[in-house]
């Protein structure tokens, strides 16, 4: 729920568990407590997609076992080994920073992360303004960091799972052909194409494709998102990381990003155990999503998505069941 | 809910369409078939048998299907 920064103090200092995401200079006036935090002005919410600075949006987490821990790019890879044997982890890594490129390129390598439940989001800031910052709070110790990632570990009691799904509208395009990448990573130079490897960004100049549609990575039948950011030269630069191994295709447009979700949601059985849920910022632009109510999945608007790994264009949700 | 070596092989080599409900399976899947392709050993089938039975003990009550389906190939 998107509440007012007095509100927020007050069920921080009520001492309940929450999640918490809102403008930086919100997040940064909260006190002390048992909470996580990330910075965004970008929210779905009961009223539908909004864009503010002056409210803050509040998750209240009914756990009672947790653990708050900050890490940095060298300690990050410390979380899977963190989790608890039955949980979930929730975990927000400010944008461009060295843990959100760390935890993006290597986090698919990391022995037992599919194992753990993982989830969270890529904190960010107004796209408007050039003088904020990412940021993730602690809020246990009260550290604001443009460096590290802040996460929540819950312990949940015997009997309950946690379950980390995902709603992605877009599906490959197999009328292209398909494209292959060497190696994980965030830029690129050169890829395969149908069988010959090509310059990226040459290609996707000279076939004119839209890069506001995401290129789509078929793992095991699970269809998985990497957003553009920029082609700059010979390089394409990436919002996640692509992997080598993988199939990819360009994404088939989408007329209406609002009923596309819509439809999803509809098939999702009993939305009670829903516990959390965040939406890409890209779905929220491209799919003029201000003002939408996609239903009951409410949360941050995000600069990148985190269900095991980093993902892009994508809602991801966590349900306890 | 447990698979074999020789049922985590069928998997591994299975090149139909997919048919895993849960996103942790599909990674975990792909990760090991990644690393079956670069190195069809015996060790990584058990590896990846390991894995997957270690998945369906810790979320039983949601890989039923997965299961289901793995073991009917």
């Known amino acids: ?321 | 809910m447990r698979i074999t070596d020789a049922q985590s092989k069928k998997l591994l080599e299975y090149s139909g369409t997919v048919q895993l409900k849960q996103l942790a399976m599909s990674f975990a899947l792909t990760r090991f078939k990644n690393k079956y392709k670069a190195n069809p050993s015996p060790e990584v089938i058990a590896s990846c048998t390991n894995d997957l039975n270690l998945l369906f003990s810790k979320y039983e009550s949601i890989m039923r299907d997965d299961f289901a389906w793995i073991t009917s190939l």
């Open chain 1, 1 to 321: 729920m998107l509440v007012t920064p007095e509100k927020a103090k007050a069920l921080v200092e009520s001492g309940k568990l929450l999640h918490i995401s809102g403008a930086e200079s919100l997040l940064k006036e909260l006190p002390r407590g048992n909470w996580i935090g990330g910075s965004t002005e970008y929210f779905l919410g009961e009223g539908g997609g909004s864009v503010t600075d002056a409210l803050i949006s509040v998750v209240e987490l009914p756990f009672d076992r947790f653990k708050i821990v900050s890490y940095d790019a060298d300690s990050i890879a410390g979380i899977v080994g963190d989790t608890y044997d039955n949980g979930f982890t929730l975990a927000i890594v400010p944008f461009d920073s060295p843990v959100h490129r760390k935890y993006a390129l290597e986090s698919a390598q990391w022995e037992g992360l599919y194992l753990s439940a993982i989830l969270g989001w890529v904190a960010g800031y107004h796209l408007s303004s050039t003088r904020q910052t990412a940021v993730t709070v602690n809020g246990y110790t009260g550290a604001v960091s443009e460096t590290g990632a802040a996460a929540l570990h819950v312990e949940l009691p015997q009997g309950k799972t946690a379950q980390i799904d995902i709603i992605n509208i877009f599906e490959p395009d197999r009328e292209r052909p398909s494209v292959f990448f060497a190696e994980d990573t965030l830029e690129v130079k050169d890829c395969a194409i149908g069988g010959k490897v090509v310059n990226f960004a040459r290609h996707l100049r000279e076939n004119q494709v839209n890069t506001k549609l995401p290129l789509v990575g078929d793992y095991s039948g699970a269809y998985v998102n990497v957003s553009f950011k920029e082609i700059v030269g010979d390089t394409v630069y990436l919002y996640a990381p692509v992997a080598a191994g993988i199939e990819y295709h360009l994404a088939r447009g989408v007329d209406d990003y609002e009923s596309a979700f819509r439809e999803k949601l509809d098939l999702i059985e009993d939305s009670s155990d829903y516990v959390f849920a965040c939406n890409c910022i890209l779905n929220f632009l491209y799919g003029g999503l201000e003002g939408k109510d996609l239903g009951s999945l409410y949360g941050p608007v995000t600069f990148g998505e985190i269900a095991w790994q980093v993902i892009n264009q994508t809602l991801v949700y966590l349900r306890v069941r």
